[in-house]
T-cell receptor, first 114, second 113 residues
């Protein structure tokens, strides 16, 4: 069974502060994908990033960066210099490499105040 | 491409009523799925399909039926609605070449009274 845990329920920051979202996962699969999705107040789900279990290299994409550590089963996500438009619910998710079923965490609500 | 479309956007039902949530995609994706989103629980998989004629149960299938007669359509049927089925329902699709990136529909907000 797969399990994704997002321990932070809500985070509130002032604009321009950095925000780090924690994600811890459990899986018996040796190969898998990890994802971050964003759900703005309008309700749609927006794909942000994907990382496969083969590659632990951490990357930066614009104001987003992620830290994948297989040894601790963590996949943390950071928004640098947050903006009001970053206010949303952020979901961490996991799937097997050849399995399209997604297991989601409970989500972290991020509020960025002007 | 319209992507993944869902109808209706909102629906109110009375306990015991039945209805079908519609989902369609025009991307020729072989894999389609239904999730429900409840506060504090993230999204949970209800049913999924790996191709026309093939469906299987996810984590929370009770009270729901699905069928997949075409590649494009994957309707979700509530046989006898219960208040516990009040939720937001998302349909998603993907295919192998997208590396498991799921494309989600806009969601259907269902209230069962």
């Amino acid at each position: 069974a797969q399990k994704v845990t997002q321990a932070q329920t809500e985070i509130s920051v002032v604009e321009k502060e950095d925000v780090t979202l924690d994600c811890v996962y459990e899986t018996r699969d040796t190969t898998y994908y990890l994802f971050w999705y964003k759900q703005p107040p309008s309700g749609e789900l927006v794909f942000l990033i994907r990382r496969n279990s083969f590659d632990e290299q951490n990357e930066i994409s614009g104001r987003y960066s992620w830290n994948f550590q297989k040894s601790t089963s963590s996949f943390n996500f950071t928004i640098t210099a947050s903006q009001v438009v970053d206010s949303a619910v952020y979901f961490c998710a996991l799937s097997g490499l050849n399995d399209y079923k997604l297991s989601f965490g409970a989500g972290t609500t991020v509020t960025v105040r002007a | 491409n319209a992507g993944v479309t869902q109808t209706p956007k909102f629906q109110v039902l009375k306990t015991g009523q039945s209805m079908t949530l519609q989902c369609a995609q025009d991307m020729n994706h072989e894999y389609m799925s239904w999730y429900r989103q409840d506060p504090g629980m993230g999204l949970r998989l209800i049913h999924y399909s790996v191709g026309a004629g093939i469906t299987d149960q996810g984590e929370v299938p009770n009270g729901y039926n699905v069928s997949r007669s075409t590649t494009e359509d994957f309707p979700l049927r509530l046989l006898s609605a219960a208040p516990s089925q009040t939720s937001v329902y998302f349909c998603a699709s993907t295919k192998r070449t997208t590396l498991n990136e799921q494309f989600f529909g806009p969601g259907t907000r269902l209230t069962v009274l």
